[in-house]
């Protein structure tokens, strides 16, 4: 960080909070808000994410903007919910006069009020909002008026509501990527000049948690930016962190449109889940402790006893908060805090992830087939006996209403209903097939040996890439002592053992690994993306929706991601059936768009870690040198682990 920037400077005064200051320039500022805003503050995102979930087509709703200055946010966040059909009605308020004056010059939009009020007006006067939130209004507070703006927003939340306050957060980053994203524009207001100044004046993300109070979390969204969240008790979900698991059992909502019987006088579900993989059952999870009626069905008699997916990324955390599982995960696991990456026997650079993934700054490693048993475990205490294995699809009709789907088990052919059907089968998904989806080649075509081994000496709590020239060797710690180790090959190598990765790790890296019993995956990268992620009921998720190259741990966090989107998602379509076309192409388009941040990041890493000499090598080293230095390497961290997807 910049040495100016590593205080925050609290007592710095911006040009706009002079009440001299020129009122055309003044204006000027207010309106460029719309555009700056809508470039870097992340409303869009946090509106989909967090308040569209809470909103009902029926049901009125009711949103407080608290320092609303032009009052571009409220407006947007208006305007989405209107053309979501939600039924929302925004209040915005700002004591300063001259903020007041210009919002309410503008066009007025149905269901938004502007006052001219504090936070403190309001709850004194017993006012109550379903959602309380702010713009940039937490870096202008001093310690005691920050107090008084959570007290406030606390009084003001309803029963069940969730205040969420957005802010900059302080790095170099911000500071020289507004510095120069500025520089040419916005000449003749205070945008250029304010914003510089208010990032010297915000937090960072340890410095807010060291301030407020407990039960308030701080989650670091894109480069840059803060979201101070607090729930008040029973909003939007059960607050199962630190739950015991029977609690939560017992007090989670009940089933949406419970006892519905399907055409053959079965049960229909809300949800069937086809693959119980490690996405399949987490998905699973968070639409039971959403009251949803869910069953998963999964072809494999057994579950599997291979490691495969290791790493579980900052992002893909809070999936398994809301499932009560993070604190039961990391106790298990290795907490990977940084890495190294290595060429001829000498450090090119190193990476921390202490400031890019926020609440959890690192990236859980634990084998996938124990994550699967933490996450069947789960789902058994939320929705006893919906877990079926050895169940086996054989044909899925979407009959408009509803998804029937033929299935075989122990023998026996039985038609299934469910109000949606989501694919969660894996990179050949039959489900995929079924609905006649066409997947999409993204490149590929790379060929790796991986096994596990005794760690040997390497630190426990550190990546080694190791950017050679015969091909890209990784290795990352495990649990029990051991480390996962990763070789680049020159063609697929299924009959590879042990002692032949061995040697191809020694003769790039010299480390002589301990022998090993452990078996050796022999893999080529195939990278696809479905057409569509949904057709009428039936959405896909995880590898049916996206098939991502394993390099960089990308692709169970990336259906995971896809499930925190999807859940709340298919909870509003069921509960609300008007709005499912609008939040199910949402979901399709966004997660596409991530897919394809991921393909585009996973096809960089394959690139980097391809063999080189000479002058590619030079270069290569030359950019991974560069990359591993502030400001760069925060902007690195954040994409290492999964913080834009």
């Known amino acids: 960080m910049l040495p100016f920037l590593r205080r925050r400077a609290s007592d710095a005064v911006e040009l706009m909070d002079d009440p001299g200051c020129d009122p055309e320039v003044l204006s000027r500022t207010y309106d460029y808000f719309q555009y700056v805003n809508a470039a870097v503050s992340g409303w869009r995102g946090v509106y989909r994410r967090e308040i569209r979930p809470l909103l009902s087509t029926s049901r009125e709703s009711t949103l407080l903007d608290i320092g609303s200055g032009g009052g571009d946010v409220a407006r947007a966040l208006a305007r989405w919910a209107a053309r979501d059909g939600l039924l929302l009605t925004v209040t915005a308020i700002d004591p300063d006069a001259r903020a007041h004056r210009f919002a309410t010059a503008r066009p007025p939009l149905p269901r938004l009020t502007f006052r001219q009020a504090l936070s403190s007006d309001l709850a004194d006067e017993g006012a109550r909002f379903d959602v309380v939130v702010s713009n940039?209004?937490?870096?202008h507070l001093t310690g005691a008026q920050l107090g008084g703006l959570l007290a406030d927003c606390q009084r003001l939340a309803a029963p069940g509501g969730r205040v969420l306050l957005g802010d900059i957060e302080r790095s170099t980053f911000a500071y020289v990527g507004f510095g120069l994203g500025t520089w040419p524009l916005f000449r003749d207001s205070y945008i250029r000049a304010d914003g510089l100044t208010s990032i010297r004046r915000s937090f960072t993300a340890p410095e807010l948690r060291a301030v407020v109070p407990p039960g308030w979390d701080v989650v670091r969204e894109h480069p840059s930016r803060l979201l101070l969240r607090w729930d008040g008790p029973g909003a939007g979900l059960p607050p199962l962190r630190g739950w015991s698991a029977t609690r939560a059992t017992e007090q989670r909502p009940r089933p949406a449109r419970s006892g519905a019987e399907a055409s053959d006088g079965q049960r229909m579900r809300d949800v069937i889940v086809v693959g119980g993989g490690p996405v399949g059952i987490l998905l699973a999870g968070l639409l039971a402790v959403r009251g949803l009626d869910v069953e998963v069905l999964e072809r494999r008699a057994e579950p599997s006893r291979r490691s495969r997916a290791i790493g579980i990324h900052p992002p893909s955390m809070r999936a398994l908060e809301e499932l009560g599982l993070a604190d039961a995960v990391v106790e298990r696991a290795v907490r990977?805090?940084?890495g190294e990456v290595r060429c001829d026997?000498?450090?090119l650079g190193r990476l921390t992830f202490r400031e890019a993934a926020g609440q959890h700054p690192f990236v859980v490693s634990l084998p996938q087939y124990e994550t699967e048993a933490l996450l069947r475990a789960r789902f058994d205490e939320l929705s006893p006996g919906r877990y079926r294995s050895g169940v086996t699809v054989t044909d899925v009709r979407d009959r408009g209403d509803?998804?029937?789907?033929?299935?075989?088990e122990a023998g026996t052919a039985t038609v299934l209903e469910a109000r949606y059907v989501v694919a969660a089968d894996g990179a050949r998904s039959v489900i995929r097939a079924l609905a006649g989806i066409r997947g999409i080649e993204r490149g590929g075509g790379d060929t790796y040996l991986m096994s596990d081994y005794p760690a040997g000496e390497q630190a426990a709590e550190q990546a080694v890439l190791y950017f050679e020239r015969g091909g890209v060797v990784e290795s990352f710690p495990l649990p029990g002592g051991r480390r996962r180790w990763v070789a680049m090959t020159s063609s697929l190598q299924p009959d590879a053992s042990s002692h032949d990765l061995a040697a191809i790790v020694e003769s790039r890296t010299g480390v002589v690994l301990p022998s090993s019993g452990a078996s050796v995956s022999a893999f080529s990268v195939q990278q696809r993306l479905a057409e569509r992620l949904v057709s009428g009921r039936i959405v896909l998720v995880g590898d049916a929706a996206h098939q991502i190259s394993p390099i960089?741990?990308?692709?169970?966090?990336?259906?995971?991601?896809?499930?925190?989107?999807?859940?709340?998602?298919?909870?509003?379509?069921?509960?609300e059936p008007d709005a499912a076309a609008?939040?199910?192409?949402?979901?399709?388009?966004?997660r596409r768009r991530s897919a394809r941040m991921a393909a585009r990041q996973a096809g960089f890493n394959m690139m980097m870690g391809r063999p080189a000499t000479g002058l590619r090598l030079r270069l290569r080293n030359g950019l991974v040198r560069t990359l591993a230095v502030p400001p760069a390497s925060a902007v690195l961290a954040s994409a290492f682990t999964m913080r834009w997807l």
């Open 552 to 575: 960089g741990g990308q692709g169970m966090n990336l259906g995971w991601l896809d499930g925190l989107l999807l859940a709340p998602a298919l909870a509003l379509a069921i509960r």
């Open 345 to 347: 026997g000498r450090a």
């Open 136 to 139: 940039h209004v937490l870096h």
């Open 402 to 408: 509803r998804v029937e789907l033929e299935v075989e």
């Open 336 to 338: 990977i805090r940084g």
């Open 582 to 590: 609008s939040v199910l192409a949402d979901y399709d388009r966004r």
